[in-house]
């Protein structure tokens, strides 16, 4: 999963990519127009960008999200196909230059290859039993806050039920007490921010259970 934002002005096409790209788990923010785009560019792990936008052009957002993001995912999406315009693209920062009209399956498959290198997100690291913010702080994790996040990240951003969490925990679920498992996750949540100065990407789905609301790989 990766925190991808849309900056598209033509709003039936950035619904349709924002759904899409959201059932395949990942976490969408969308932006009409360059006024939009620059609060969001913080919270940016890989971009989609139009050139051709009401308030000015594309290859702005390019260059000032490469100059405040070296590490993010650019993506140049754009029916503007000349050799020039690529290079501009592409020299401005842009690490993919597509054209439209483009199929769905291939634009996830360039996010997908592109999230893959750039290691976006959290990083799980199942051996040394690791968690890794975005930013490369670590902390330790026990042997339960790392089968708990590790069954979250399988999920890739869907909701994971208590009874699932529960039994991969190892427990029976009709017997198992669920206030432990809440005071696994707030203990969790409250060494994150301490050791990396981040909260955890966890969310509680009520009457469901958790999910994860940013990107994380498990290796």
């Known amino acids: 999963m990766s925190r991808i934002t849309l900056l598209e002005d033509e709003p039936t096409l950035c619904d349709?990519?924002?759904?899409?790209?959201?059932?395949?788990?990942?976490?969408?923010?969308?932006?009409?127009?360059?006024?939009?785009?620059?609060?969001?560019?913080?919270?940016?792990?890989i971009a989609i960008i139009d050139v051709m936008l009401p308030d000015g052009s594309g290859f702005e957002a390019v260059q000032q999200l490469r100059a405040l993001s070296p590490r993010?995912?650019?993506?140049?999406?754009?029916?503007?196909?000349?050799?020039?315009?690529?290079?501009?693209?592409?020299?401005?920062?842009?690490?993919?230059?597509?054209?439209?009209?483009?199929?769905?399956?291939?634009?996830?498959?360039?996010?997908?290859?592109?999230?893959?290198?750039?290691?976006?997100?959290?990083?799980?690291?199942?051996?040394?039993?690791?968690?890794?913010?975005p930013s490369g702080s670590v902390i330790a994790l026990s042997a339960a806050e790392l089968v708990f996040l590790r069954t979250l990240a399988r999920a890739r951003g869907a909701p994971v039920s208590r009874r699932s969490l529960i039994e991969?925990?190892?427990?029976?679920?009709?017997t198992y007490d669920e206030r432990?498992?809440?005071?696994?996750?707030?203990?969790?949540?409250?060494?994150?921010?301490?050791?990396?100065?981040?909260?955890?990407?966890?969310?509680?789905?009520r009457g469901k259970g958790y999910s994860l609301t940013e990107s994380m790989q498990a290796v």
Not at 98 to 108: N, Q, S, W
Not at 168 to 174: E, I, P, R, S, T
């Open 168 to 174: 991969a925990l190892g427990h029976d679920w009709l």
């Open 72 to 133: 993010a995912g650019i993506i140049v999406l754009t029916v503007r196909g000349s050799l020039d315009d690529k290079l501009t693209g592409l020299g401005g920062g842009a690490d993919h230059y597509l054209l439209k009209p483009i199929k769905l399956l291939e634009l996830a498959a360039v996010i997908d290859s592109l999230a893959r290198r750039l290691g976006e997100g959290w990083r799980l690291d199942a051996q040394r039993h690791e968690l890794a913010s």
């Open 16 to 45: 349709e990519m924002a759904a899409f790209l959201r059932k395949r788990g990942h976490a969408v923010q969308q932006a009409w127009r360059l006024a939009d785009f620059w609060p969001l560019m913080a919270q940016t792990g």
């Open 180 to 205: 432990r498992l809440e005071q696994l996750v707030s203990r969790l949540r409250r060494r994150c921010e301490e050791g990396v100065d981040q909260p955890l990407p966890v969310k509680t789905e």
